[in-house]
């Protein structure tokens, strides 16, 4: 089975009476990761959230590669981990059957559990994991939709640099192969988990050209490549700030 | 020790009033009808536990089917409010007047259309419970995490799933508060409504043992009748504690 990529073509949003962007187009090619990276209230979440079906452009529109319909290919991970306080950590992760009255499926949730390293907390309540136990738990709720597109709002950025580390590891790994957009305020983070960057800057915002990071995914933070391309990426966020 | 120190305390607080009431009644030389001493009202309790108990099962009965009824109620209006904004218009307007009528200017009217058996002093009750529990739930429901919503959204959740799975169950603590406070409430209701016009009840043997001066009595019955707010208050409290283990309690010491 072929990974679909995703389309963004010709975007215009305005927010009041400004355009936040207009004419944007953004394609990450199928089983990519793309990272996007930009200012504060540049426009990246509300980007994401046109792709995710949460939000209606004022015109241009939002297709998957193949042409078919996108209903149901996506799986959308917030800047928090949104976990459901009443439901245990396993009845989280199978929120989505539950939304759509389907069977659950305990064993794979279990499996995607164990993946993410919380096979022994499935029946705890979300109040009582760790924040990066947290995120884990969001991650494994993620891929428990097991959609072929994955749209990721600053998934981790609320994690100690610890964590986060380990978490995007996690996260480079069990998303290998899927169509993936993420968003993030950290250079590394980007750099480390994803095959393009694309920064986003302006008022209304353009795209920049995509950089391409070499190496295989996740990679070690002391990459030389890795290095290469953040002192990049560093320079053309601080340089493209006009604020 | 602290399960002791738990126990403790409502005695002690108990025995203080007494103490503080004895007194009270010796120090001015108050006369019985006015204000009965402590033992007056015990013996009180003693001589008339038959018609204690019998009036305390009929309010008892009052408040709880009005308790039931009006949280059946307060909760249904909550979620016609919240499912459409058109009725939300229409409604939010008659709820206010139905509040802004104090519920003792009803009493009476309420008696004539009901009757004086127990139908009057239920409706009663569930005018004074529906309320807060309308108002508390509906604002719980409002204020759904926006984030959730756009999860369940992503999720391809119908807005029927959304409102069950996501909406009404973040709305439950709200909803407990207000239930909280409707179980507090309740027994305004009934009782007004027995001082009105009955022929059973707490309420009606205060009224009849008022018109006797038997004010020993009504010292009883109102004892009796705080002691089941009481209770049945920490029975709501206890059943929502229980409903809602995974709402955090921040106020609790860790």
Redesign the interface.
Known sequence: MTVPGLMLQRLTLWYGAQPLFEDLSLVVPGGQFVALLGPSGVGKTSLL?IA???LMPKSGSVQASDGRPL??R???M???D?L???LDVIGNVM??S????QRPDPARAMDLLDRVGLAGRAAA?P?ELSGGMRQRAALARTLY?DRPIVLMDEPFSALDTITRARVQELAAELLRGRTALLITHDPLEACRISHHLIVLSGHPARLGVPIAVPGEAPRPPDDPGLLRTQGELMRLLTAGDDE | MRHAGAALRPIVTLFGLLLVWWCATRLFAVPSFMLPDPWGVAQALVSQRTILFWSTLTTLSEIVLGLLLGTVLGAGLALLLVFSQRLQRWLMPLLLISQAIPVFALAPLLVLWFGFGMSSKVVMAVLVIFFPITAAFYDGLRRT?I??L????????SPW??LR??RL?AA?PAFGAGLRVAAAVAPIGAIIGEWVGASAGLGYVMMNANARIQTNVMFAALFVLSVVAIILWVIVDRLLKRLLY???DTAAPR
């Open positions: 959230k995710a079906g949460l209903a149901g996506i799986a959308y917030g800047q928090q949104l459901f306080p009443w929120l989505g539950r939304l759509r009255r309540l109040a939709e | 995490d984030g959730w756009e999860l369940a959204r992503t999720m391809d959740a799933a959304i799975h996501v169950m439950l995974w709402a955090p």
